[in-house]
């Protein structure tokens, strides 16, 4: 069974604060993967990072960086410096191997307050 | 480049109407495909997914369908709408290898009145 817990409903914090946003998931499978998703108020869901099971390095990516720990479970995503153009949904997801389907977490509001 | 649509952007249908929504993908073939649905203030919950012609699995037992008559093309479906059918629907693809992301349409906001 895969299941993605995203236990930060919803966060607020002040322009040029760093956040992180929570993710913790269960799967049974050796070989899965991580993703990070921002929906903003369009609807539309972004793209922003992919992880497999095999690599635990970190991520950075501009302002974001993407903490991924396989023994605790948890793949963490961080902004640094946040921004009014940040606040948004972000959903962390689970895929595990062959054709199984892609799993989300119910997602944290992030608001970002100038 | 591939390209998801997604149709219509909005609808507004009375309680007990039918339903169809329509997602076609370009410029890729036997493409992982996905209904997602998120109700308000509420995560995204997978309805269906489809990995062929044909093939449709169910996550969630309701009073929607879903069928994949053509390869690239994805059809939500429902013949008669209750209340809590109310959301907002987004179609996915992604590759058929597994390890790849998957990418959004841009979403129908349902409400059913």
């Known amino acids: 069974a895969q299941k993605v817990t995203q236990a930060q409903t919803e966060i607020s914090v002040v322009e040029k604060e760093d956040v992180t946003l929570d993710c913790v998931y269960e799967?049974?499978?050796?070989?899965?993967?991580l993703f990070w998703y921002k929906q903003p108020p369009s609807g539309e869901l972004v793209f922003l990072i992919r992880?497999?099971?095999?690599?635990?390095q970190n991520e950075i990516s501009g302002r974001y960086s993407w903490n991924f720990q396989k023994s605790t479970s948890s793949f963490n995503f961080t902004i640094t410096a946040s921004q009014v153009v940040d606040s948004a949904v972000y959903f962390c997801a689970l895929k595990n191997s062959g054709n199984t389907p892609l799993v989300f977490g119910k997602g944290t509001r992030l608001s970002v307050i100038a | 480049s591939q390209t998801i649509h997604q149709w219509p952007a909005t609808l507004v249908q009375p309680v007990g109407s039918p339903l169809s929504l329509e997602c076609t993908v370009e410029g890729t073939s036997n493409p992982n495909l996905y209904w997602y649905r998120q109700a308000a203030g509420r995560g995204l919950q997978l309805l269906f997914y489809?990995?062929?012609?044909?093939?449709i699995s169910s996550e969630v037992p309701q009073n929607l369908s879903a069928s994949r008559p053509q390869d690239r093309q994805f059809i939500l479906s429902s013949k008669k709408l209750l209340l809590s059918d109310s959301g907002f629907y987004l179609c996915?693809?992604?590759?058929?290898?597994?390890?790849?992301?998957?990418?959004f349409g841009q979403g129908t906001r349902l409400t059913v009145v």
């Open positions: 489809s990995v062929g012609i044909g093939q």
């Open positions: 799967t049974r499978d050796t070989t899965y993967y």
């Open positions: 996915a693809w992604k590759a058929g290898d597994w390890n790849t992301e998957a990418f």
């Open positions: 992880r497999n099971s095999f690599d635990e």
